[in-house]
């Protein structure tokens, strides 16, 4: 069975500050790989998906990267800003009809 | 496009009662799922359909049915509302792309609900 692990569960870090966040899953057979966040109260916005055929994938200051052989992705976020302050959520799909198994996620706060 | 939508935003029931909880997307997306958030345990699966008329169960199916008869909709129903299913219900929906392979997953709003 598909297993999703976040490290760490909360991260504090000042304004302008560059930061990694973690993702491991431990069946590498996935077909792709997304990165979601979310908002206190609010539902789950997608950030960053990665087909199994890609290593990365760039959106403005967001960058997530996958290693399937080694079962883990990181999503990078350059100069971090206040705004940047939510819960991020990594998830990964086994196979094309099967849904997405969610980490627990990261709870990240960017202090002004 | 209004995206995912999703009804009651906020809904209290007793114990026993049955309720009916509302999906609908306006993106023509053929994989529609429904999940509960709780603390400390994140997101985890009830029931998935791939297209109308077929449905499946995810990692939580106890207490609730799903039924898909439009591409559209995706009610999740709840039989006899127990105090252990007080969560926040998320709906969300993705198109099946090349090769059948899910894209991008839109989530709605989500429906808190008590169950006292």
């Known amino acids: 069975k598909q297993e999703v692990t976040q490290i760490p569960a909360a991260l504090s870090v000042p304004e302008g500050e560059n930061l990694v966040l973690n993702c491991s899953f431990t069946d590498s057979a996935i077909y792709n790989l997304q990165w979601f966040r979310q908002d206190p109260g609010k539902g789950l916005t997608s950030l960053l998906l990665i087909q199994s055929s890609q290593r990365e994938q760039t959106s403005g200051r967001l960058n997530a990267s996958l290693d399937k052989s080694s079962g883990r992705s990181t999503l990078y976020i350059a100069a971090s800003q206040p705004g940047d302050s939510a819960t991020y959520l990594c998830a990964v799909v086994d196979s094309g009809n099967t849904p997405l198994v969610f980490g627990k996620g990261t709870r990240l706060s960017v202090i002004a | 496009n209004a995206g995912v939508t999703q009804t009651p935003k906020f809904q209290v029931l007793k114990t026993g009662q049955s309720m009916t909880l509302q999906c609908a997307q306006d993106m023509n997306h053929e994989y529609m799922s429904w999940y509960r958030q709780d603390p400390g345990m994140g997101l985890r699966l009830i029931h998935y359909?791939?297209?109308?008329?077929?449905?499946d169960q995810g990692e939580v199916p106890n207490g609730y049915n799903v039924s898909r008869s439009t591409t559209e909709d995706f009610p999740l129903r709840l039989l006899s509302a127990a105090p252990s299913q007080t969560s926040v219900y998320f709906c969300?929906?993705?198109?099946?792309?090349?090769?059948?392979?899910?894209?991008?997953?839109?989530f709605g709003p989500g429906t808190r609900l008590l169950v006292l």
């Open positions: 969300a929906s993705s198109y099946r792309g090349l090769a059948e392979l899910q894209e991008t997953q839109y």
């Open positions: 359909s791939v297209g109308a008329g077929i449905t």
